[in-house]
């Protein structure tokens, strides 16, 4: 990418970044964000990744809340056993764990799952909620471009190796559910097929907005299979809204001193931001429908890109390639 391209892709992101603050200012000044009730879930699992801070944090107590099981995962052991003690205290929950798992390691992603296994639980929501943002040019473990690598390949590797314990868990009337988050980055996002590891000069805007434009064309392709499968699992993403996290720590320094003194009007808590994920994760309004992408708790369209059957199927078939899942896609929809 020329510098050129890398200064119009950080001025896509921050004019995504600009239109969502201004409609979440305008929806404060109209009354505000009003919470969601949802029904409480008791005998649910669910498994939310990147559940230590943030959105992801907020997300996990919300579930605990509602009476679910909840497994909360990342890759900060410490952190994770005090934010479990804190959700039980609050919560009064005594079902919820942690367990490590570093998505940024395909090798980890596969520990963490067999720990998970080894406990033969069922699963009937998965938060694919990790992630990085605009962090310096670096790679994963396995030699993955950093957003790529963790934001959506770890999770492609997560669904895949969960997918038979989702199946298992989901029944006529009450699906399983892999929920996905994505951002409105993703409107300015570009999949480059032929250079997915943002080699040559690199852009962490691009990266990220790129990331997160995967992980939507991932979840529609995902709905397609397991709609073809006849499964009851189905598959959701959704977009938080600018919300106030420590996401922004690798932002430009202006954007940061803006939030710190402006957060209140322009950013969403983290409790407003987690509500979309609950509301996909436990919602009957989408019992059995999949394939949506999900702003403030509604359907609404993503990129027009991410509609294209052909690039989903592309992008699945090298992200099997490339971390070793066997691609099932083409038996399905052939036979
Ligand atoms: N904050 C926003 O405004 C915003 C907007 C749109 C989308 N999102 C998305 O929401 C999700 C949550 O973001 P947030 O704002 O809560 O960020 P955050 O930085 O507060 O939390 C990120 C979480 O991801 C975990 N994580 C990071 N690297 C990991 C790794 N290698 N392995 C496992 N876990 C890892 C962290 O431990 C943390 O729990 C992200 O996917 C982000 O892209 C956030």
Same mark, same amino acid.
């Given at each position: ?5 890398? !200064? =119009? ?11 969502? #603050? =201004? ?13 969601? %009730?949802?029904?409480? +879930?008791?005998?649910? %699992? ?19 809340? =509602?009476? #679910? ?7 900060? /052991?410490?952190?994770? +056993? ?11 929950? /005594? ?17 963490? !799952?067999? &720990? ?7 699963? @009937? %929501? ?5 992630? !990085? *943002? *605009?962090?310096? +040019? ?6 993955? /471009? ?8 770890? @999770? ?28 409105? &980055? @993703? ?5 480059? #097929? ?21 992980? !939507?064309?991932?979840?529609?392709? =995902? ?5 073809? +499968? ?5 598959? $959701? ?6 919300? $106030? &996290? $420590?996401l922004y720590k690798h932002v430009f320094w202006g954007t940061r001193l803006f939030k710190k003194l402006f957060a209140w009007w322009f950013f969403k808590t983290v409790d407003e931001g987690a509500w979309t994920s609950v509301y996909a994760a436990v919602t009957p309004d989408l019992e059995g429908v999949g394939g949506l992408y999900l702003y403030n708790e509604k359907k609404t369209q993503s990129l027009a890109v991410t509609y294209d059957l052909e690039l989903q199927e592309q992008l699945w078939a090298r992200s099997c390639q490339m971390t070793g899942i066997v ?9």
């Amino acid at each position: 990418m020329s510098p050129l391209s890398a !200064v =119009l892709a950080a001025l896509r992101v921050y004019a995504a970044g600009v239109a969502v #603050m =201004l409609t979440q200012l305008l929806r404060r000044c109209r009354g505000g964000f009003v919470e969601p %009730v949802f029904p409480r +879930q008791p005998d649910r %699992v669910a498994i939310v990744t990147g559940g230590t801070e943030g959105i992801g944090l907020a997300t996990c107590r919300h579930l605990a809340r =509602l009476g #679910m099981r909840v497994i909360i995962v990342a890759n900060h /052991e410490a952190n994770g +056993q005090e934010v479990v003690r804190k959700i039980k205290e609050e919560t009064l929950n /005594e079902k919820v764990e942690f367990l490590y798992c570093d998505l940024g390691s395909l090798r980890s992603v596969r520990e963490f !799952v067999c &720990t998970f296994k080894e406990k033969k639980l069922p699963l @009937h %929501v998965l938060v694919n909620n990790a992630g !990085v *943002m *605009m962090v310096p +040019q670096n790679k994963t473990v396995d030699g993955f /471009e950093k957003h790529f690598g963790l934001n959506y390949l770890g @999770h492609f590797v997560l669904t895949n190796l969960l997918l038979d314990t989702l199946k298992a868990s989901g029944c006529p009337g009450r699906s399983a559910r892999v929920v996905t988050v994505s951002s409105a &980055t @993703h409107y300015v996002g570009k999949l480059d #097929m032929e250079n997915l590891q943002s080699s040559g000069s690199y852009s962490p805007h691009n990266a990220y907005a790129q990331s997160k434009l995967a992980l !939507v064309l991932f979840s529609y392709h =995902l709905q397609k299979l397991l709609a073809a +499968q006849g499964s009851h699992v189905t598959a $959701n993403v959704v977009d938080p809204g600018v919300v $106030n &996290t $420590n996401l922004y720590k690798h932002v430009f320094w202006g954007t940061r001193l803006f939030k710190k003194l402006f957060a209140w009007w322009f950013f969403k808590t983290v409790d407003e931001g987690a509500w979309t994920s609950v509301y996909a994760a436990v919602t009957p309004d989408l019992e059995g429908v999949g394939g949506l992408y999900l702003y403030n708790e509604k359907k609404t369209q993503s990129l027009a890109v991410t509609y294209d059957l052909e690039l989903q199927e592309q992008l699945w078939a090298r992200s099997c390639q490339m971390t070793g899942i066997v691609d099932v896609t083409r038996d399905v929809f052939s036979g």
